[in-house]
Each structure stands twice: as C-alpha cells, then as structure tokens.
C-alpha cells in the first residue's frame, strides 16, 4: 500500500517538473511551429546561474529565506535575456523555413550553449541544497518527504493555470490563438505577430530556465545535464499532442507515472518504458493524444 | 553536363587503396571511421532527398554494431565478412518493420518516433548487464572471409574493407537514385500528393528508402564496431543521431560524394578541436551548421556544383 502510495507521489512530484518543461516547449511550437532543442540547455541555464546566485547570496550571510528570491530572479534573467537574444538575433531570420531546418536551427544553439555553459561554470558540479533542506520534512503515512517537492508542485500548477489563463482570458492570449490558427490572416487583421513570436518565445524561454531554477536545489547541478531533459520533455510534448497545453499536462502524468511506477518495481525498464510510451501513443495517434484535425494542403 | 560521380568514387577508392601501404596507422584509422560514418550519413541524405529527417539514425547504427559484434560475443564468431553480413541484415530486418510504421509519418512526427525508436533501444541496452550495460563491450576479429588477419594489420584490412563497401553502396546508390524509382524520392518531398494522383505509392518508395538507409547506417556501424573494437549503447543516443543529421546538412543531398566528404571534413575537424580546443568542439560545430544553414542551404556540396557551373 505505501508502495502504490510512494509510487504516485513520486509520480506528481516528478509530472510537476516534467509539466513545467513541457509547456514552455508546447507554447513555442504552439505559436511558432518550432521544436525548441535548445529548450534543454536553457533549462541548464536557468539551474546554472540560480545555483551561482544562491551561492552568492548564501556566501554573504543573507537570510536563506531570500534564496527563493534568488531562485526566481534566475530564471528571469534567463528568460529575458536568451528569450529575446535567440528570436531576435537568430529565429528571426529563419522563419518561413521548414519545420526540420529550425529544429536543425535550435540543435545548433544547443551545442553553442551547451559548450558556453561549460566555459563560464567549467566542468565542475555545482550544490546549492539549502533551499531544498530548509523547509524540513512533511510525513504521508510512513513516508516522509521534503516539503520543497510542494512547492515544485504549487510552481508547476500555478505556470499551468497563469499559462492557460492567459491564453484564453487575456487581450494578448485571443491574439495568440488567433495567431496559432492563422498567421497570415492575423497579421492582416492588424495583429502584430512580430511581436507576439518575441513575447512567446521569452516566455517559453523563461519557462525553461523556471524548470531549471527549481531543479537546481535538488541535484548537483553539472554539464550535460541539459542533454536528457530534452528527449524526455520531447516525449511529454509528443505524447500530449504538440502544442496543446492540456496535451502536455496529460503527457507530463503519464511520464512521471510511468517512470515512478518503472522506478520502483522495476527499474530496469526505466528509460525504456517511458519512450516506449511515447512510440506506442504516437503509433495509435500519429499527432498525439490532444490534436486537432488538420486540413491537407495541397 | 557529363556525370563524373562513379569516375570520382573510384579514382578516390583507388587512391586509398594504393596508399594504404604507406599511410601511418592513426590516419588509416580516422578514414575508416569517417567512410563508415559515411555510410550511415549516405542512408540519411537519402531520406532528406525523400523529405524525411531521422532523428533516430543512430539506432541502425548501433543495432548493426552490436549486430556483429554479438557474433563475436555470443556465438564465438570472429569472422568479419559474417559480422558484417549481421550488421546488414538484423537492422533491414528490423527496419522492414518498423518502416511499415514509420512510412505514413513526415516531417516532425517522423523524427520524433524514428527518436522514440532509438532510444527505447538505447533503455534497453542500457541496462542490460549482459552486454555490459553502459560500458558496452570489447569486440575481437581475428579473419576475413576465413582468412585469418595477421597482428597490427587489423586496421589495414578494416580499411580496405570500408573503401570498398564504401563504392559499392555509393555506386549502387547512385544508380537506384537516378532510376525510375530513385527520382520519385525528391518528387515525394516536392509534393506527395501528386506522385500518388501520377500513380506512383508513396508509402512504399518511402519504406523502400527508410530500409535502405537502415542497412546502410548498420553497415557503417558494422564497420565501426570492427575497426574501433569496442561498442557501447551511447551509439543509439540521440546525440549519436544529432550528429548524422550534423553531417549531412553539412554535407547536403547533392550527390553520393557529398556524404563521405562532409564525414571526413568532420572527424578532421573533430580530431584536430580534441586535440587543440576540446572546450569549444561543439560551439565550433554549432556555429558551422547555423552558417551551413544560412548561407548555404544544399550544403557544401553547392560549392562544387557552383564552382562547376561557372567553369
């Protein structure tokens, strides 16, 4: 029974974090129609600089409280800047390409990054645990867990619903929609799309660097650790049907279930049972599980 | 405009050949590898010229490495003329049917389940303690066809044996492209639609290709695991697959050349940044490949067509 228990705990603890990466990369390709690789190594970014910053701020003899603060201020300095850096300096004058060349495109930040991280950080890892540690233990049952994976979770429900929010109850999130339906036309409308591609793919971007933030306490944050998230948060955009926020919440569940669930009785099949998943939904629905019908062009 | 290709391939072939006998030991080894890389990377651009980008080449790859390398592992088979056979035939196998899947998706789809594909495999090998998990395992050759390989000639003969392959599959590629079924593949990637209304069957020229370049890309890790001499499940990662995809928008679809001479650019540009800028290896490719993207779009290889056309 605490088995099953643990095994869904661990499940929503580990969804939580998947979700939060799953959705900055399902809102780029949402609006933009570009499968962001270069989303992991943002996200290794983000975990980068919040541990440089909470060693900083810890170093000086700070309240420890003020770490959190640390945390977000890193994810959006990240954000803000790589968001707008990419789209502008780069995406920018690629679009109108085919789909494959831009995620060719991103690929190729994502080695630029992946090299840059190692040449401001080095190879060494990084710890910063007392953000983790600091809100002490709660107990479900027998087991008992640290009470920052709550706050993992109220980080990723509340980027879920502000996301979701904003996409169907703002001025900005109707033209977004607008914009994902039909590009051209919204322009025509008077929409400036220029614009919405900027604040989107910053938002995706910070996103990333949120996922990377809070992870950062949790691990030793070190190179590469950019390289795996990204196959893992592919199969969770996939699964959900790509660009669908409620397709990536779904897939961000029955990721971290199945992984919890392999993790625990049989964890030998742990990487394979989560992209076997991934192969078997994309087998029964080609365009994943939330997809809307696509009219062929000729 | 005469075609050179078949002239070029075995000029060149023959060349390697005859200065095999003088060519010190570390460079026989990096032209093995790069021509076996090319091999895997022919198979790809042969997809790009169907409209199709895998994102998971590398599970060939190293289906056909430990394809052989398991002869010699499990079976006691120390034969490479048999382990390059296996190398063949269990990723055809296997491509034959995953294709049947795999050829009605296109464009992102396509990649991200040719992804899932390699990577379930790579799970598995992973974590597989009888294949050595994620260390992989040391592969032993001892003859070729029956005839046994004397000591410090190994890399020697893998070479041969990699030139050679290397001609027959970009020859025999460079036919099939230019038959009648071979020229469908661009049309495919113009526009599917037509080619099925002109009453040609897309899914089978597509399936057609995909088995194609899985044997090619098994061969290559075939002939990978003979000469490197130790195989390891990182070979199925997606990175391993980035990198093909790396190579051939580098080196472009153009002709059957363009793969082998794209791969050998790269594994010199790779050796030299290890040996003198380890810390920026992949900055270096990932600026080459936005600047391939951008400013050359078919890849190197438009500069020889370029060059020939002004001539």
């Known amino acids: 029974m605490s088995d099953l228990l643990a095994v869904i705990i661990d499940g929503i603890i580990y969804s939580s974090w998947l979700f ?169 409308m008077g929409i400036n799309v220029d614009r919405l591609y900027l604040m989107t793919f910053t938002v995706g971007t910070t996103l990333a660097a ?44 029955i990721v971290g279930m199945v992984r919890s669930a392999a993790v625990h009785y049989l964890p030998a099949v742990e990487l394979f049972s989560v992209y076997s998943v991934m192969a078997m939904v994309l087998i029964a629905r080609p365009k994943g599980l939330f997809s809307a019908a696509e009219a062929r062009k000729i | 405009m005469t075609d050179h290709t078949l002239r070029v391939l075995l000029g060149v072939a023959a060349l390697l050949l005859a200065g095999l006998p003088f060519m010190p030991q570390w460079l026989a080894f990096l032209i093995t590898l790069a021509l076996a890389r090319g091999l895997v990377v022919l198979g790809l651009a042969l997809l790009m010229r169907t409209g199709l980008v895998s994102f998971g080449q590398g599970l060939y790859y190293c289906l056909g490495a430990y394809a052989a390398a398991l002869l010699d592992h499990a079976a006691g088979i120390h034969d490479a003329a048999l382990m390059l056979l296996a190398a063949l035939l269990i990723p055809v196998v296997v491509a034959l049917v995953l294709g049947l899947l795999l050829a009605s998706y296109r464009g992102i789809f396509f990649a991200m389940l040719s992804l899932a594909f390699s990577m379930i495999v790579f799970g598995l090998l992973i974590k597989t303690s009888s294949l050595g998990s994620s260390d992989g395992f040391n592969v032993a050759t001892r003859s070729i066809f029956g005839i046994t390989i004397a000591d410090g000639y190994n890399g020697r003969v893998f070479m041969a044996a990699t030139a050679i392959l290397s001609v027959i599959a970009a020859g025999a590629l460079h036919r099939y492209l230019n038959s009648h079924l071979g020229r469908l593949s661009a049309a495919i990637r113009d526009n599917e639609l037509r080619v099925e209304y002109l009453g040609a069957s897309v899914r089978n020229v597509v399936h057609l290709n995909y088995v194609i370049a899985a044997a090619l890309g098994g061969i290559g890790g075939g002939l990978t695991a003979l000469a490197v001499g130790h195989i390891d499940p990182d070979m199925a990662y997606w990175t391993t697959s980035g990198e093909f995809v790396f190579v051939a928008v580098l080196s472009g679809t153009g002709s059957v050349l363009a793969p082998f001479f794209g791969s050998v650019i790269f594994e010199a540009i790779r050796t030299l940044a290890n040996q003198y800028a380890p810390n920026i290896w992949q900055m270096t490719l990932g600026i080459t490949m936005l600047a391939i993207i951008m400013f050359l779009p078919a890849g190197l290889w438009a500069l020889f067509r370029r060059k020939a056309r002004a001539a």
């Not at chain 1, 890892?125 to 706050?151: E, H, R, W």
């Not at chain 1, 944050?221 to 919440?249: H, Q, R, T």
């Open chain 1, 210 to 253: 949120i996922g990377g933030a809070v992870t950062a306490p949790t691990l030793a944050v070190s190179a590469g650790m950019g390289v795996e998230v990204i196959v893992l948060s592919f199969a969770v955009v996939v699964i959900g049907g790509l660009g669908s926020l409620g397709g990536a919440a779904l897939g961000a569940l």
């Open chain 1, 20 to 188: 939060i990466m799953a959705t900055g990369l399902t809102l780029i390709y949402g609006v933009m129609k570009i499968l962001n690789i270069a989303h992991g190594s943002l996200y290794a970014l983000g975990a980068y600089l919040s541990a440089s910053l909470v060693g900083w701020w810890l170093a000086g003899g700070h309240d420890p409280y003020g770490s959190y603060a640390m945390l977000a201020a890193a994810a959006l300095l990240v954000g803000l800047v790589m968001g707008p850096l990419l789209e502008r300096g780069l995406l920018r004058l690629m679009y109108g390409r085919d789909e494959v060349v831009l995620l060719l495109i991103t690929y190729a930040v994502f080695l630029i990054l992946e090299d840059v991280i190692k040449l401001v950080w080095g190879v060494d890892s990084l710890y910063v645990s007392q953000p983790y540690d600091l809100l002490g233990n709660f107990d479900i049952g027998a087991l008992s867990y640290p009470v920052y994976n709550l706050v993992l979770v109220g980080v990723a429900v509340a980027t879920g619903s502000a996301t979701a929010w904003t996409l169907n109850c703002t001025r900005h999130g109707k033209m977004l929609l607008a914009v994902i339906h039909d590009r051209e036309v919204s322009g025509a």
